[in-house]
Every structure is written in structure tokens, then in C-alpha cells.
């Protein structure tokens, strides 16, 4: 069945050996170099410098807790953005990922707008994005709006490139981002912070922490709002014909989010902690349309999640640690284009999502093996009324991922084996509630390994296979709202995927520079792949385009100095064809894919001052399968100041300070410079 597939990757995977050549052979230089390299002995004067990235050890790590994914025990290759590395809780984090490794973030162009990310090619859709273990992706489909989370929610965010953790319980086609809600403070706190900024946006927030007997108890309420009513060259959807091009002021564009998150960690005894914690938000977001004429479509939504957690040590039977979590979680939305200014016809309707999900996971050091399991079960309902064309629609979903690894050492610890099992499972219908039919029912088994070998403590050389699935979405098979026209026709798509690198990490001489580099070339061989297609008017469809092949090679050189701060570069090489035999699009590159990615950032300062500059570089990204209608390659500069003292802490960015224009879905600009001050202030 997967023969041609297999082929594919195969013969691209070897072609990525060769070259290797120019990558492996440098990781047994810097080997070498680590080898006779002599340290000074350290200076118990002058602090060490850290650098915020994967621990690199050779000894075999002690196990963490249940809820957390150990870095030390990770093959593949991973990124940790922490809340030290935005300036404010004033933005949006798709601007705050979009700096990573690998990544591409594709937004709408506004603050709290429309945005998804993808990794090493990709599509948004492809992304498992996790908060907290909870899998975002829902039923209804499509990527995970990165900017419906607030900055003010999160502590961290862990991107993990190709095979996903094991935690995960899927094996996602792109890899896997998770999300980290706000965590418990060590002392009872409040703080409180407002946002200002140019085209209408405000903030403001508070987070209070404090003690409940024996529990930690924290809540955080956030509130995010601006009209982005910004200026902008508008071609009325003829980019070839520049007779009709005016510049305009973006109208309809604003949005307004309202945001609540509270947890309750009580330690039980005997080894076993229960956690509980409640989300929701409120979100409205008004819609332009891609000729600028729209003034009334919008799209709102609300959100409530409870989520439910225990973590032992003592109640496994067999396993030593166990974590178990049980979520609820109801979302109701309502697109309003009753005058049809999107282009799809007039609509009204209003969508209710529930899910509820059962996760387990637990582990149990045997011998010189750690074995490790997961099991989640999900129900889903999607019920969908259009109040201009009844009927009512009723689609749900039952799906289930169970997965195993077994991580061995060997070599005294320095050689780590990780195969891993994933089997995943889906059950649907769609259609009339009183006459609803079968949609699909599919059963995958994705099996994946990785090697990791820590040559000494300070290089590290990586390699991972693994298989990926994913089947086609509710919204990719019968449309959505006013953006997306349905294909029922679609099918499951799968991947074959590899990735074969080396970490470097060290300390010069005098202990106050540390350097990291990091390098690795990946492959991805996909079969029935689901792309997404868009018209000069913006709207979008969703496509098997048979086989394709992503073949790219990524590189990140990070420098900290104790007293001048941190400067990274990092880029990214990419290569996404279609090879479907007899299609138009044979040999064309990907839609929604930049052929490059640079990234130049610059932090100095320590924690009362620091100042921050991102430079990001971009370009050969195509709109559509035939490669018609390129995007404008993007450069874009954001700089950031933030400054604490004993009256609290004031921060100023400036997103995009030269002030150009880009687009990332055709018919939906950028917005122009933005300016956001903030203060905070915690007692």
C-alpha cells in the first residue's frame, strides 16, 4: 500500500545522507575538538552562562514526573520558548514562535488575529498542539489558532520537531507543540499589568497566586482588544493589474478577547498530587473581506475547559508513576455573514463543539530500560445550524491513541535506543441528526525510532524514523464558514519521516561564554498529503495532491555572554515538491511553504534591563499548487525594551519598525507597524 511512498523517502533520505556528508563528518570534528580541548577550571567568581535550551548529559537521567516530557530522555530535536523570552504579555504568540527553529507562522495579518504554525513543511493541520496534555486540535479540523491563547496564560511552550513524544499519544504527521499554563508560585503574589498601543489595541491583565490550607490555588484574567484599522495597498484581488490598486484603511478588522484561567494543586499524601483547573475565554473577531468592502462579518466564540489530573506514585499495581487526567471542554461559535461580503453566499450559523477526553500514562524503570505508556480516548460532537439554511447538522467523533516505548541504554548509559508504538484509531458519522451516516473508520499503526549517542557531555549526535497520520477534517470535507469550500473526496494522508543531526553544546575557557549549535537534515516522504489551495479572492480548498516529498536541513548557533547577553542565528532550508505522476502541479514546490527561513535575534541586559531585536527573513513561498502567484518575501524587524525596578516593570515594543506589508494568505495584508507599552507591577 505504501510502496511508492516508501520509495520516495528512501531514495530522498539517501540523497539527504549524502549530504550529510557536509553536517556528520563536523559533528566528529567538534567531537574531537571536546575531546582535546582543555577547560580552565571554573572561576567561582564569574557565573557560568546557561543558555535556555535542552540539557545535554551522557549519565542516564532519573525520572521526572508524570506530567512533564524529560528533555534528557528525547531522541528528537526540540526547542523550549520560555515567559523570560517575550517582552510582554501584550502580543500574540504566533509572533512569539514564529522566531523558532523550523518553524513558519502564517497569520492574517492582526493583533489577535487568525494564526497557525507548521514545522519543517508541514501544514498547520499536520501540528498536534497540546495545553497542558489536552490536544487542541478538535474534530471540526484545521490548525490550532495560535492567538486564541494569551500570553498572559503561559509559562512555556515546547516545540518537539519530527516523531512526537510518546505523551502525545498521536503520531502527528508535523511534530508537536506543547503548551504550558501558568504555574504555581512559591509564595503568595499579585500582579497586575495594562498594555497601550497604537491602532486601537489595549491589554490588561492580573495573576494572583496564594495559599488555600494545603493547596496552591492561582488565577490569571486577561483582556486583549484593537481595532487594526491599519493602511494598506489594496489590489482588488488583480495583482497582475495595478490600474485598480489604492491604498486603503483596513475596515471590519478588529477583535476583542476576554480570557480566564484557574488552577488548584493539592497534595494528597502518599505520593499523589490532584490538580484541577478551569479555562475559558471569550473571543470576537470581526472578518474583512479580501476586496476591503465587508463591514458586518464576524466570527465569535466561547470557550469553557475543566480539567481534572492525578498524579501517583503509589497507586500504579505494576508501573511506578502513573498520571491520569480526564477533560471537559464546550465551545460554541457563531460566524455572522448574513449579507455574504466573505464570498461564499449568506450565512448564519451558529456551532456548538464537546469533547471529552481520558488520558493515562505511566512508567516503570526496569533493568537498564524505562518503559513507558499512554492511552487517551476522546468523544466529539459537532452540531451546526445555519439559521438561512436549515437543516440542523450533527457530526461526532469517537478516536482513541494507545502508545508504548521501551528507551534503552547501553555503552554506560551514552547510547540511548527509543522504539515506540502508536496505535491510533477513528470512528465517525456526519450528516442529519435523524439520518446520520457513516463518515470513516480507520485503524493506523505508526510505529517510530530514535537513537541518541552523547559522544561526551558536550556533543550529542540524533537520529529518528517515524511514521505519521492524519485523517481528513470535518471543515476539509464539507467546508467552512465563508473561508473554505468542502471536498468530500478526500483521504487519509500519511508521512514516512527522518532527521539526522548533532547538538553541540560548550564553555570557553573563561566560563563566561557558552556556545550551542545545533544542526539537522530531515526528510518526509508524503502519500495522500492534504494541502490547502487558495483563489485571488482568498477562499481556500483542501486537496490530495497524491505523493510528495520535503527534503530540507536546518542550523541554529546560539552565543551568551554573562555581561553582553545572548545573540542566536538560525535558518532553515527547504525543499517541499509535489510529485504526483501526471498532475499539472508535477515538480511545482508546495503551496504555504517558504523555500527559506532566517532568523537573527539579539537579547543584552540582565533582569532589571534588557533589550531585545528580532530579524526575521523569508521567502519562495507560492499561494497555490501551480505556483501562479508567488507572496512578497518578507523581512521584518521587531525590537523590544524592558526595564524593572522597585515601582514595577515597564516595558515597549515595536513589531515590524520598518513598516512593510506582507501577506501570508492571499488577500489578507500584514498590519503596519505596532507600537505596544506596557506596565506591570507585582506585591
Known amino acids: 500500500m505504501h510502496t511508492r511512498s516508501s520509495f520516495i523517502f528512501w531514495r530522498h533520505f539517501r540523497n539527504s545522507c549524502y549530504a550529510a556528508g557536509a553536517l556528520v563528518p563536523l559533528g566528529f570534528v567538534l567531537s574531537a575538538l571536546a575531546w582535546f580541548a582543555p577547560l580552565v577550571n571554573a572561576d567561582t567568581s564569574t557565573p557560568a552562562v546557561e543558555l535556555p535550551e535542552v540539557v545535554v548529559t551522557a549519565n542516564r537521567p532519573e525520572a521526572t514526573d508524570p506530567d512533564t516530557i524529560n528533555p534528557e530522555l528525547n531522541t528528537g530535536f526540540s526547542t523550549r520558548v520560555n515567559r523570560s523570552d517575550w517582552i510582554s504579555d501584550t502580543g500574540n504568540l504566533g509572533d512569539v514562535l514564529a522566531k523558532a527553529p523550523g518553524i513558519q507562522v502564517r497569520k492574517t495579518g492582526s493583533l489577535g488575529g487568525f494564526a497557525v504554525m507548521s514545522m519543517r513543511g508541514s501544514l498547520s493541520d499536520q501540528v498536534a498542539v497540546y495545553l497542558d496534555g489536552f490536544l487542541l486540535n478538535d474534530a471540526t479540523g484545521g490548525g490550532v489558532n495560535l492567538n486564541s491563547i494569551g500570553l498572559g496564560e503561559l509559562e512555556s511552550v515546547d516545540v518537539y520537531e519530527?516523531?512526537?513524544?510518546?505523551?502525545?499519544?498521536?503520531?502527528?504527521?508535523?511534530?508537536?507543540?506543547?503548551?504550558?499554563?501558568?504555574?504555581?508560585?512559591?509564595?503568595?503574589?499579585?500582579?497586575?499589568?495594562?498594555?497601550?498601543?497604537?491602532?486601537?489595541?489595549?491589554?490588561?491583565?492580573?495573576?494572583?497566586?496564594?495559599?488555600?490550607?494545603?493547596?496552591?490555588?492561582?488565577t490569571t484574567i486577561d483582556y486583549l482588544t484593537g481595532s487594526n484599522n491599519f493602511r494598506y495597498l489594496n489590489d482588488n484581488g488583480t495583482p497582475l493589474n495595478h490600474d485598480d490598486d489604492a491604498t486603503e484603511q483596513r475596515i471590519n478588522n478588529g477583535f476583542r478577547r476576554?480570557?480566564?484561567?484557574?488552577?488548584?494543586?493539592?497534595?494528597?499524601?502518599?505520593?499523589?498530587?490532584?490538580?484541577?483547573?478551569?479555562?475559558?475565554?471569550?473571543?470576537?473577531?470581526?472578518?474583512?473581506?479580501?476586496?476591503?468592502?465587508?463591514?458586518?462579518?464576524?466570527?465569535?466564540?466561547?470557550?469553557?475547559?475543566?480539567?481534572?489530573?492525578?498524579?501517583?506514585?503509589?497507586?500504579?499495581?505494576?508501573?511506578?508513576?502513573?498520571?491520569?487526567?480526564?477533560?471537559?471542554?464546550?465551545?460554541?461559535?457563531?460566524?455572522?455573514?448574513?449579507?455574504?461580503?466573505?464570498?461564499?453566499?449568506?450565512?448564519?450559523?451558529?456551532?456548538?463543539?464537546?469533547?471529552?477526553?481520558?488520558?493515562?500514562?505511566?512508567?516503570?524503570?526496569?533493568?537498564?530500560?524505562?518503559?513507558?505508556?499512554?492511552?487517551?480516548?476522546?468523544y466529539e460532537t459537532y452540531d451546526s445550524a445555519d439559521a438561512l439554511h436549515p437543516p440542523t447538522t450533527r457530526s461526532d467523533r469517537i478516536s482513541f491513541g494507545a502508545a508504548a516505548s521501551a528507551t534503552l541504554f547501553r555503552l554506560d548509559d551514552r547510547l540511548m535506543i527509543k522504539p515506540t508504538l502508536v496505535l491510533q484509531g477513528f470512528l465517525g458519522n456526519q450528516g442529519a441528526i435523524a439520518a446520520p451516516r457513516m463518515l470513516w473508520d480507520a485503524l493506523h499503526t505508526n510505529p517510530q525510532i530514535g537513537i541518541r549517542y552523547d559522544i561526551d557531555p558536550r556533543i550529542v549526535l540524533k537520529a529518528n524514523f517515524s511514521r505519521g497520520q492524519r485523517d481528513p477534517a470535518i471543515y476539509e470535507l464539507y467546508g467552512d464558514h465563508g473561508f473554505f469550500l468542502g471536498n468530500p473526496d478526500l483521504v487519509a494522508e500519511s508521512s514516512l519521516n527522518g532527521d539526522i543531526g548533532f547538538e553541540f553544546k560548550n564553555s570557553l575557557r573563561t566560563h563566561e561564554i557558552a556556545i550551542q549549535w545545533t544542526s539537522a537534515i530531515f526528510s518526509q516522504a508524503i502519500k495522500d498529503g492534504i494541502t490547502k489551495t487558495y483563489n485571488a479572492q482568498g477562499i481556500g480548498k483542501a486537496i490530495n495532491i497524491g505523493q510528495a516529498q520535503i527534503l530540507g536541513i536546518e542550523s541554529t548557533l546560539r552565543a551568551a555572554h554573562f555581561s553582553y547577553g545572548t545573540i542566536s542565528y538560525s535558518t532553515t532550508w527547504l525543499n517541499a515538491t509535489n510529485e504526483t505522476p501526471n498532475s499539472m502541479a508535477y515538480g511545482k514546490q508546495l503551496?504555504?511553504?517558504?523555500?527559506?527561513?532566517?532568523?537573527?535575534?539579539?537579547?543584552?541586559?540582565?533582569?532589571?534591563?534588557?533589550?531585545?531585536?528580532?530579524?526575521?527573513?523569508?521567502?519562495?513561498?507560492?499561494?497555490?499548487?501551480?505556483?501562479?502567484?508567488?507572496?512578497?518575501?518578507?523581512?521584518?524587524?521587531?525590537?523590544?525594551?524592558?526595564?524593572?525596578?522597585?515601582?514595577?516593570?515597564?516595558?515597549?515594543?515595536v513589531q515590524n519598525v520598518t513598516n512593510k506589508q506582507y501577506q501570508d494568505f492571499n488577500g489578507y495584508p500584514y498590519a503596519d507597524r505596532l507600537v505596544l507599552a506596557g506596565y506591570k507591577i507585582t506585591f
Open 258 to 378: 476576554y480570557s480566564l484561567l484557574a488552577k488548584i494543586d493539592t497534595p494528597l499524601g502518599n505520593d499523589q498530587t490532584l490538580k484541577a483547573s478551569f479555562r475559558g475565554y471569550d473571543n470576537m473577531q470581526k472578518l474583512p473581506s479580501w476586496n476591503n468592502l465587508g463591514v458586518h462579518t464576524y466570527l465569535a466564540n466561547q470557550l469553557q475547559h475543566i480539567q481534572l489530573k492525578l498524579n501517583s506514585n503509589a497507586f500504579p499495581i505494576w508501573y511506578e508513576r502513573s498520571s491520569i487526567a480526564v477533560d471537559f471542554q464546550k465551545q460554541e461559535e457563531r460566524y455572522d455573514d448574513r449579507l455574504g461580503e466573505i464570498g461564499l453566499g449568506q450565512q448564519d450559523e451558529k456551532a456548538t463543539t464537546r469533547a471529552t477526553a481520558v488520558r493515562w500514562f505511566a512508567d516503570r524503570a526496569l533493568g537498564t530500560a524505562l518503559l513507558e505508556s499512554n492511552f487517551d480516548w476522546r
Open 162 to 218: 519530527g516523531a512526537s513524544p510518546l505523551q502525545g499519544g498521536r503520531a502527528a504527521i508535523g511534530g508537536a507543540v506543547f503548551l504550558s499554563s501558568r504555574s504555581e508560585s512559591l509564595k503568595d503574589r499579585t500582579t497586575l499589568s495594562v498594555g497601550l498601543g497604537n491602532q486601537g489595541s489595549s491589554g490588561a491583565g492580573i495573576n494572583t497566586y496564594s495559599r488555600l490550607g494545603n493547596s496552591r490555588v492561582s
Open 591 to 653: 503551496p504555504g511553504r517558504f523555500r527559506e527561513t532566517h532568523a537573527l535575534s539579539h537579547s543584552w541586559g540582565g533582569p532589571r534591563f534588557n533589550i531585545k531585536s528580532d530579524f526575521l527573513f523569508q521567502r519562495g513561498l507560492y499561494f497555490d499548487s501551480q505556483n501562479f502567484f508567488p507572496a512578497k518575501n518578507r523581512a521584518t524587524l521587531d525590537v523590544g525594551i524592558k526595564a524593572m525596578n522597585a515601582f514595577g516593570e515597564i516595558t515597549l515594543s
